[in-house]
């Protein structure tokens, strides 16, 4: 049962932590800084991350109608996908701690590199992953600092 519902179950975790992430992003004090505030970024993660936990969700329940859990082969890919959402969670609850211990920067270029890793284990293009961690972060954080005047942790890198 668990083989065949985990990927449902793991997505409704999502869902739920997403909401809930969400409603916490209504916390965080708006300054008159900027128009856009500082909770422009976490609502569009949280946005986006129900979203797609969404479209998750209702791409298992398609594949339970059409699949068929006869094989091995069958068994291993779910098992493996379960295992890379669990992954994925841990992956953003590490990121969420240490976002403002170490930063945004290297945060994000550490949860990118990660994330890579989890979904493409291949070994020839770690240095592709890691440039695209790199410069993605970087447009990040410039983008935000120089369009929306938003402030992100800066972490060690002070």
Same mark, same amino acid.
Request: hydrophobic share 55%; aromatic share 16%; with cysteine.
């Given at each position: 049962? +668990? ?12 869902? +739920?932590?997403?909401? =809930? ?5 209504? %916390? ?6 900027? %128009?856009? &505030?500082?909770?422009? $970024?976490? !609502? +569009? ?11 998750? @969700?209702?791409?298992?329940?398609? !594949?339970? *109608?059409?699949? $068929?859990?006869?094989? %091995?082969?069958?068994? *291993?890919?779910?098992? +493996? $996908?379960?295992?890379?959402? =669990? ?14 211990? /170490? &930063? ?11 994330? @890579?890793? =989890?979904?493409? *284990?291949?070994? *020839?293009? /770690? =240095? ?26 800066? &972490?060690?890198?002070?």
């Amino acid at each position: 049962m +668990i083989e065949k519902y985990g990927d449902i179950i793991l997505s409704c975790i999502f869902i +739920i932590i997403s909401i =809930i992430y969400y409603f916490e992003t209504l %916390k965080i004090k708006v300054l008159e800084i900027s %128009k856009y &505030g500082a909770q422009l $970024n976490p !609502k +569009i993660v949280a946005l986006l991350l129900i979203t797609i936990s969404i479209g998750i @969700f209702i791409g298992n329940i398609k !594949k339970i *109608k059409i699949m $068929n859990f006869d094989t %091995k082969q069958d068994k *291993k890919e779910s098992k +493996i $996908n379960s295992i890379k959402v =669990i992954l994925t969670l841990l992956a953003i609850f590490v990121y969420i701690f240490l976002l403002e211990k /170490i &930063g945004f920067i290297i945060a994000t270029i550490l949860y990118l590199f990660i994330q @890579f890793n =989890i979904f493409y *284990k291949d070994s *020839k293009k /770690i =240095i592709l992953y890691l440039a695209i961690s790199i410069i993605t972060s970087f447009l990040i954080y410039y983008t935000f600092q120089k369009y929306f005047s938003l402030m992100l942790p800066r &972490g060690i890198l002070g």
